[in-house]
């Protein structure tokens, strides 16, 4: 006779105090797996992800307690990977941001709460400043920029 180890599939509800649900998780084999869902007590989704094997993989969105999307950060083996993106509670882009193996790298630009003009740019390698980072007025007019060699300011324009 041959005997199949199963492994052991739930998907676990937890509440908020009102009866609304909380957190909606998958556990396979104890280790959490799949789809995990969080929740305001109001009811509306406050954070979605995959979990596989225990790690954070793929997509990562937060919600302000609204509905409307606050962050998405990419993930790969549990590392930040990817472009990560965050919003203002109006949806409008407020910084973004691309990450390698939970390392910056690459141009981060923060805006102004309009969207259109840009608070900030400046540039990571492996997690360290690197080269010019410029900062502007809310009338998108340059105010200063910093020259960077591994996270420290070499060179200061101020207009």
Same mark, same amino acid.
């Given at each position: 006779m041959k005997h199949f180890l199963s492994p052991l599939l739930l998907l676990l509800p937890f509440f908020h105090e009102n009866g609304s649900i909380d957190v909606k998780r998958n556990f396979v084999g104890g280790v959490i797996q799949g789809k995990d869902y969080s929740?305001?007590?109001n009811g509306q989704l406050a954070?979605?992800?995959?979990?596989k094997n225990g790690w954070n993989e793929g997509e990562y969105r937060t919600y302000y307690e609204d509905? =409307?999307?606050a962050e998405t950060t990419g993930y790969l083996h549990g590392n930040y990977n990817g472009r990560n993106a965050e919003y203002y509670a109006d949806g409008t882009l407020k910084l973004e941001i691309n990450y390698t193996n939970d390392q910056k790298n690459g141009t981060e630009v923060a805006y102004y709460p309009n969207g259109k003009k840009k608070k900030w740019e400046k540039v990571y390698?492996?997690?360290s400043l =690197?080269?010019?980072?410029?900062?502007y007025k809310?009338?998108?007019k340059l105010t200063r920029k910093e020259y960077y060699f591994n996270d420290y300011v070499e060179k200061v324009e101020q207009d």
């Open positions: 929740y305001y007590a954070r979605e992800y995959v979990t509905g =409307q999307l390698f492996l997690d =690197q080269g010019w980072a410029s900062f809310e009338t998108g």
